[in-house]
């Protein structure tokens, strides 16, 4: 059974449409990348697969209606690491990871030893050993997004939903935290995630996603998806795809079209 079923999938925000009768499914232990222009969709489909959002049509987890499932359950099930984060408060580094257990926690509860040294190796994982004191104001981009992907990690959920994680790492940062989620997908952790950077997507997803205009254009291998007529018809880009069985996928542009 797949970790999450979609049928006829639809979401309208202020009453204009977004998502436009999706059909899907998510595979337990398989990276998913979800591609698209800028407005296709995207993040409002991961806010929705999250909860977060209300929609029509039919949305399940692991063999339940999203909207049936308990707020603090779902959290226990589905992590999400959303693009851009503004706090009004200034955390310590630590303290902003360990809420990343409170849906571990009853509400009276403390947190212990053991969600302490959860939340540190979480960030020594993500190259940020020695950050637990540090005010979180304090951090570059780059960095604070490191200390929310440290926050999701510890919350242990099955589904780990990314919105261009990747956006204000540098090119080291980039590819240490994709391998390290590859990791978690090597050992049966579910991930789907927004990503801009194509060649990337074709790196390290195990299934694509491509969405224009709240449709769902196409799914399947980015081999048998990230083709030249897919990229000029959703991406308005005239490019060579290299798609050699024993290298990573290669995207050469050549001119934007109309």
Do not use: C
């Not at 999250?50 to 063999?63: K, N, Q, R, S, V």
């Not at 503004?86 to 509400?107: E, Q």
């Not at 980039?174 to 194509?198: C, N, P, R, W």
């Amino acid at each position: 059974m797949a970790l999450i079923e979609a049928k006829d999938l639809r979401v309208a925000l202020s009453g204009k449409p977004i998502l436009n009768g999706l059909t899907f499914e998510l595979e337990r232990g398989k990276w998913n990348g979800l591609l698209g222009p800028n407005g296709s969709g995207k993040t409002t489909l991961l806010r929705t697969i999250a909860g977060l959002i209300p929609y029509e049509g039919t949305l399940i987890l692991d063999g339940r209606s999203t909207a049936e499932w308990p707020r603090k359950e779902m959290a226990k099930r589905v992590a999400f690491v959303r693009q851009t984060h503004a706090i009004s408060f200034d955390f310590r580094v630590l303290d902003l990871v360990l809420l990343g257990r409170a849906p571990h926690k009853s509400l009276l509860s403390v947190y212990s030893d053991d969600d302490a040294d959860r939340a540190r190796r979480a960030l020594t994982q993500l190259d940020l050993n020695g950050f637990e004191d540090r005010s979180f104001h304090s951090l570059s981009g780059g960095e604070q997004q490191r200390v929310f992907l440290a926050q999701a990690l510890v919350q242990e959920a099955d589904l780990l939903i990314l919105d261009e994680p990747t956006t204000y790492l540098d090119v080291h940062h980039q590819f240490e935290f994709m391998e390290y989620v590859q990791s978690l997908v090597q050992e049966g952790k579910t991930v789907i995630g927004a990503v801009h950077d194509l060649e990337m997507a074709a790196r390290f997803a195990d299934h694509v996603q491509v969405l224009q205009n709240g449709h769902l254009s196409a799914k399947g291998s980015p081999a048998d998806v990230l083709t030249p007529s897919l990229l000029a018809d959703v991406f308005r880009m005239a490019a060579h795809v290299t798609n050699d069985p024993e290298k990573p996928l290669r995207i050469a542009y050549s001119r934007t079209l109309p």
